[in-house]
């Protein structure tokens, strides 16, 4: 068995198709009638390479996976497999026709041979670490335990997760599930590793920790297949392949690596694709791309709305959730407090292990926290009971999973139907009617008799969003829902969900995307299982999240009246000022002037930063505006200088600030005494 941990880079076999496929094609027939998913489609794939397919959402991406890897039967076509003595011994040498074998061959052949990294992880949720790396070699009669376990535990290292190696999956974060997976498609050695949309749900930090893993088994010979709707991934593949409509549109070698392969077929190989090299900012919005419009069924058009003096849609008063198990005791969240009212657009933000995911399963009553209140609507949910919790989140919360949690055998349609029927809020005549609505909201009233397993992922993420809205409910809770979708159909959620919390639903969000937090009306940072303060975060932008997280706890709170003075011209200055709430007047004061009006600073601006960064006393007054008291986050002199000192970023951004209030106060100065 090959040692991951070498140092030894293999050279790619640039010459040696692994994956043959020829004239594929894949219909699935449903009661609506034959879907063509993938139409003709030929490429060969080589011997260590980096290949990545690319397209839009229903594209056809993650079907032509599944038939390559035999997960799903081909309509037509063939696919070869040549490598080593081909995993069952078929043929010595010779490719193994992938689409001939029988469902047992095939799943032999394929627990030895390929590695797959499914979009949602699939870990068993009952078995520690350590176990779900171990079972492609229970499934495939390799295991032995002694073995196997260092094997798994050699993996762990790999993939740098020794230390939660008999934690639970529910005790780690999404990115680092993600990590174990891609160990559990090693545990067998297999040639090739195939990866479904692998940091689509992750944040920007660990999303390049996996992208670098890849790279870095493709240096030790493995053949690596991403699929992706992400064209800023493209330029880092060592070659990509585009897919539309189930065609293959766009074939490139990159710059990189060895060029595979002779049979590249020149028309194919044309110019990149200008939106791989777009940022990310750009792949969100664009004005140029039509977006579906969004209409609302006319019984959420008048969904419950609330005005800001009402009682809060959530709040939560000192959430603990710790877990113990047999590695210990693990707190995820520590002490949350937080408020979120009707009508408000809501994002959660945080890295990978932060606590987002238990957050939200706290206040969608899925788990229980250890200590503390959650108050949805006035009623704490955990003074109910588990049945009656059951039906009260079932008709208050819609909830868009993570992974869809679709059902396989129901159509999209009867999915969607699915809450109406459990809670029984809608005359059963009137439910395929209301479901369709909702499936036409999200664009997908073309695909409503359909499978789950017919449409792409992005399609079944847009079905999920509809089937979360079936009962009409007054809170929506969405674990990364545009993290599937191409950037017109990430833009059309985003609107339906603006459009929702205008209509007065509170619509909270778990993403990643910095695109989106920008446009929400409140964004909730978490780190390590804490909330970072909004001031701290708005204040200081660049710092990183545990330098927010400690800015948060050193941070002091102060209330002056109004009009009173909070620092005086010439003083000197020991903090750092952020305004929490009301305003505060900046004033000069020069000799034989009357007093000059600076500024006027607002919630999540600051003052005290020149003479904190560039020495001497203050260079203004600042005094609580008229009419209504002033709150001011204070971070003293030497806390603050740690602070900005240890993020450069942070003090560039301070300095420039700093210049540009100086340059305007020496200009007010010199008016006054011309």
Not at 524 to 540: F, N, W
Request: glycine residues 8%; negative net charge; contains cysteine.
């Amino acid at each position: 068995m090959t040692n991951l941990n070498t140092n030894q880079a293999l050279a790619p076999d640039s010459g040696t198709p692994i994956i043959q496929v020829h004239d594929l094609v894949k219909v699935y027939n449903t009661g609506a009638g034959g879907f063509t998913a993938l139409k003709g489609i030929t490429f060969d794939t080589y011997k260590g390479e980096f290949l990545g397919i690319v397209g839009k959402s229903g594209a056809g991406k993650t079907t032509l996976l599944n038939t390559i890897t035999g997960v799903s039967s081909i309509t037509s076509g063939e696919v070869f497999f040549q490598d080593r003595e081909n995993g069952n011994g078929q043929g010595r040498g010779k490719p193994i026709a992938v689409h001939s074998m029988d469902e047992n061959e095939m799943a032999l052949w394929r627990g030895r041979n390929i590695g797959i990294v499914y979009q949602s992880f699939e870990l068993m949720p009952q078995l520690d670490l350590v176990d779900n790396i171990m079972l492609p070699q229970d499934f495939s009669g390799l295991y032995r335990p002694t073995i196997s376990m260092e094997r798994a535990l050699e993996l762990l290292d790999l993939v740098e997760l020794t230390d939660h190696a008999y934690k639970l999956p529910a005790h780690i974060s999404g990115g680092q599930k993600q990590r174990v997976a891609i160990a559990r498609a090693l545990a067998n050695d297999p040639s090739v590793i195939v990866a479904d949309e692998p940091t689509g749900n992750l944040d920007t930090v660990t999303a390049e920790t996996i992208f670098q893993l890849f790279e870095q088994l493709v240096k030790r010979g493995k053949t690596i297949i991403v699929v992706t709707h992400d064209h800023n991934l493209a330029l880092r593949f060592s070659r990509y392949i585009e897919i539309s409509d189930g065609e293959i549109v766009n074939e490139r070698v990159n710059g990189h690596g060895a060029a595979y392969g002779p049979e590249i077929k020149a028309h194919r190989a044309v110019a990149p694709d200008p939106a791989a090299a777009r940022p990310a900012s750009q792949l969100v919005a664009d004005p140029k791309e039509p977006v579906t419009e969004v209409h609302l069924p006319a019984r959420m058009a008048s969904s419950r709305p609330q005005s800001s003096g009402d009682k809060p849609a959530i709040l939560l008063h000192d959430v603990v959730k710790t877990y113990v198990n047999a590695a210990g005791d693990f707190t995820a969240l520590r002490g949350i407090n937080l408020r979120m009212d009707y009508g408000q657009f809501i994002s959660l933000v945080g890295k990978s292990g932060s606590g987002k995911s238990t957050l939200l399963n706290m206040l969608t009553g899925i788990d229980h926290p250890t200590a503390g209140k959650v108050i949805i609507g006035g009623q704490d949910i955990y003074e109910m009971s588990e049945s009656r919790r059951a039906l009260w989140r079932g008709r208050h919360v819609g909830i868009v999973f993570q992974f869809f949690q679709l059902l396989p055998t129901l159509s999209l349609l009867e999915n969607t139907m699915l809450p109406m029927d459990y809670c029984n809020v809608y005359p059963a005549r009137e439910r395929p009617a209301r479901a369709m609505e909702l499936l036409k909201m999200v664009g997908l009233e073309d695909q409503a008799y359909k499978l789950p397993g017919s449409v792409s992922s992005g399609q079944q993420q847009s079905a999920a969003i509809a089937r979360a809205l079936a009962n009409d409910p007054p809170i929506v809770v969405a674990d990364e829902p545009t993290g599937n979708l191409d950037s017109r159909s990430a833009e059309t959620i985003y609107r339906l969900f603006k459009d929702l919390a205008t209509q007065g639903k509170t619509i909270l969000i778990v993403t990643h995307d910095p695109s989106l937090t920008r446009r929400t009306d409140q964004t909730v940072i978490l780190s390590d299982g804490e909330i970072i303060d909004a001031v701290v975060a708005r204040a200081l932008p660049f710092l990183d999240p545990p330098q927010m997280l400690q800015a948060t706890h050193q941070a002091q709170r102060r209330t002056y009246p109004p009009g009173s003075t909070i620092i005086r011209q010439g003083e000197h200055i020991e903090h750092f000022f952020m305004v929490t709430s009301g305003e505060v007047e900046v004033r000069l004061n020069e000799p034989g002037c009357p007093e000059i009006s600076l500024a006027r600073l607002g919630r999540g601006q600051f003052f005290g930063e020149i003479s904190l960064l560039r020495g001497g006393n203050a260079t203004a007054s600042v005094r609580a505006a008229p009419g209504e008291p002033v709150e001011v986050a204070l971070l003293e002199r030497e806390d603050f200088l740690h602070l900005v000192n240890g993020s450069p970023s942070t003090k560039t951004n301070l300095d420039q600030v700093a210049q540009t209030r100086l340059a305007e106060i020496r200009a007010k100065a010199e008016g006054c005494n011309e």
